[in-house]
């Protein structure tokens, strides 16, 4: 079978495959479960929060969601930015390639709406996906957020 990821919305005939999606149980600790991303994308506007499954043929493989244009430092907007808000790649599906489709998926998305850069933070640690996120470009910034790493990957 072909690699051939593609990217669905979540609907009603899909949302418990989405919130049925699980990392690895050492991962837990470095991403909320999809659940929890759902109804933060719901109590946000929708221009906000992006939300999407990781499709690949009939097979569920994992979600991510966006963040769009956000006021980074909840100030009135001197800092807004875009970027990978969540991303869970099932236990069953990782090294495969489809986190690597969900940054590329992202960073066309935000290049389409004329983003320069694409943010994204995570958790520090053995079991945490600094690694995976350097090997694709991004660069730590200095900056922490919610006591996470804050990378950016530039997309000029």
């Not at 489809?98 to 320069?116: H, I, M, N, P, Q």
């Amino acid at each position: 079978m072909a690699f051939a990821p593609r990217l669905e919305e979540v609907t009603p005939g899909n949302f418990e495959t989405a919130t049925g999606i699980r990392v690895r149980p050492e991962q837990e600790f470095a991403v909320s479960p999809v659940m929890q991303s759902l109804a933060e994308a719901y109590v946000h506007p929708p221009d906000v929060a992006w939300p999407r499954l990781i499709v690949d043929g009939d097979r569920t493989a994992g979600f991510l969601m966006a963040f769009l244009d956000i006021d980074w430092r909840a100030d009135g907007g001197t800092v807004r930015r875009s970027g990978l808000w969540r991303l869970n790649i099932a236990a069953d599906a990782q090294g495969r390639g489809y986190g690597r489709f969900a940054v590329d998926s992202v960073a066309a998305e935000l290049r389409r709406r004329g983003t320069k850069e694409l943010y994204v933070t995570w958790h520090e640690g053995p079991h945490g996906p600094s690694e995976f996120y350097l090997r694709l470009g991004f660069r730590r910034t200095g900056e922490q957020s919610g006591g996470e790493t804050v990378g950016v990957l530039d997309l000029a």
